[in-house]
């Protein structure tokens, strides 16, 4: 799929990322944000308004499809598409120097446990973090520890942003408050964000019981959380 402001293109073989690029003017390279999306395979659509949105504060967003139901839980295609992006994103006018890792729900915790882990090699580390209504306080597949205990440990290498819902019910935002504690204590550059809305909220979106998925939002609360959200990545690409 092809358009002015919308591509699709193969980060591993037979697995797709879409690449949503910056429609606000910019000088130079746009600012790239890797955004992962949550557990269901392969909906990487779910956050196409997410991404659409950030898309127009001047953001190069990549959006990759994952299988969170693979033998390893999702770990080889997360990691196969955080070793292509900033590629991808040079090929598109991204600038691979201000690059965010971003993700949502289990893609979030994913995310911050990358980013942050004393074990990842530099040519894959972002210059900053979004965790987006996630869980820390269990293992990540991607390193196989739990970000909340690497943090509590150490400080992160990165700035980090923490964004939740006060209205999730799917993740509790105590999650998010205790690791921006953790965060606190350990002197680490990070920002929480809560903001008035539900779990698919926060990526401007509803959860559709018939179409057991989220869709994207129409009410207008919903978009304005979701905006917040946005402009979250947005800030988060600029200091990078």
Do not use: K
């Not at 949550?38 to 659409?52: K, N």
């Not at 980013?115 to 973090?129: G, I, K, N």
């Not at 520890?145 to 942003?161: C, F, K, N, T, Y």
């Amino acid at each position: 799929m092809t358009s002015a402001r919308f591509r699709t293109a193969p980060y591993a073989a037979g697995r797709l990322t879409d690449i949503h690029l910056p429609t606000a003017d910019g000088t130079g390279p746009a600012p790239v944000v890797l955004l992962w999306h949550g557990s269901g395979p392969d909906e990487r659509d779910v956050l196409r308004p997410l991404a659409r949105e950030a898309a127009e504060l001047g953001l190069l967003v990549l959006v990759p499809d994952w299988n969170a139901e693979q033998p390893d839980g999702g770990r080889a295609e997360l990691l196969a598409s955080l070793a292509r992006a900033r590629g991808i994103a040079t090929d598109h006018g991204g600038d691979p120097t201000r690059f965010v890792l971003a993700g949502w729900s289990m893609g979030g915790r994913e995310a911050i446990a990358v980013a942050t882990h004393p074990a990842t090699p530099a040519e894959l580390r972002p210059t900053a973090a979004v965790g987006i209504a996630s869980l820390y306080s269990t293992p990540a597949v991607t390193t196989g520890e739990a970000p909340l205990d690497h943090l509590a440990a150490g400080p992160s290498p990165v700035p980090l942003w923490l964004v939740h819902g006060t209205a999730d019910d799917i993740v509790d935002i105590g999650h998010t408050r205790r690791l921006s504690a953790a965060l606190t204590q350990r002197m680490s550059a990070a920002q929480a964000l809560e903001l008035p809305t539900d779990h698919a909220g926060v990526v401007m979106t509803t959860y559709r019981p018939e179409a057991r998925r989220c869709l994207p939002a129409t009410d207008a609360d919903t978009l304005a959380a979701g905006r917040r959200t946005a402009a979250v990545l947005a800030e988060a690409a600029r200091l990078a």
